[in-house]
C-alpha cells in the first residue's frame, strides 16, 4: 500500500484521473498513449489506476442488482459504460470493491493490447492499482491489483 502524499513527493507530476474504461477504439485515449511512448523514452511504466467509490462501477453494479430501469441515464453514458456493464454482468456474483478491482485487471489488459497493437518494442510495464479513498482528502491509499 502507498499513501498518495509520498508519491506525490517521488513523483512532483503525478496526478489520478478518474475514467472508468480505457476503450482501445477511443481515439483520443489511444493517440495519448501512442504519443507518450513514442515521445518520452523515460516511460518505463504506466498505471491504470481505478477508485472506490466509482461513479461507473457503483452504476454498473446498481443496474444489475437492482430492479429494471431504476436508473436513467442518457444512452452515451451506457455507451461508455457498456464493457463495464458487461463485466458486472458476467462477474455479478462480486461485491462492489471485487468488481472495482476486476475492472482494473480489464483495463490494465486493454493498455496491454493497445501497446502491443501499437508495436511498443522497449520493455513497458503496467500495472493496476485502485485508490481507496481516505476520509478527508489525500488520505487515500494505493493498492497494488495482481
Known amino acids: ?72 441515464l442518457d444512452s452515451s453514458i451506457w455507451k461508455w459504460l457498456g464493457s463495464l456493464l458487461g463485466l458486472a454482468l458476467i462477474k455479478r456474483h462480486l461485491t462492489l470493491r471485487q468488481l472495482t478491482d476486476e475492472n482494473v485487471r480489464v483495463q490494465v489488459a486493454n493498455v496491454r493490447a493497445t501497446l502491443a497493437a501499437l508495436k511498443v518494442t522497449r520493455p513497458i510495464k503496467v500495472k493496476g492499482y485502485v485508490y481507496v479513498l481516505g476520509k478527508k482528502p489525500g488520505e487515500g491509499i494505493l493498492e497494488e491489483i495482481k
Not at 502507498?2 to 478518474?18: A, E, G, H, T
Not at 476503450?23 to 498513449?33: K, Q, S
Request: glycine share 4%.
Open 1 to 72: 500500500m502507498k499513501r498518495l502524499s509520498s508519491l506525490k513527493k517521488k513523483f512532483p507530476c503525478f496526478k489520478i484521473i478518474p475514467h472508468s474504461q480505457f476503450h482501445a477504439t477511443d481515439t483520443n485515449a489511444a493517440a495519448c498513449l501512442a504519443y507518450v511512448i513514442a515521445a518520452l523514452d523515460s516511460i518505463k511504466e504506466i498505471w491504470v489506476v481505478g477508485h472506490t467509490d466509482c461513479g461507473g462501477v457503483k452504476t454498473c453494479y446498481n443496474a444489475v442488482h437492482s430492479p429494471p430501469h431504476e436508473q436513467q
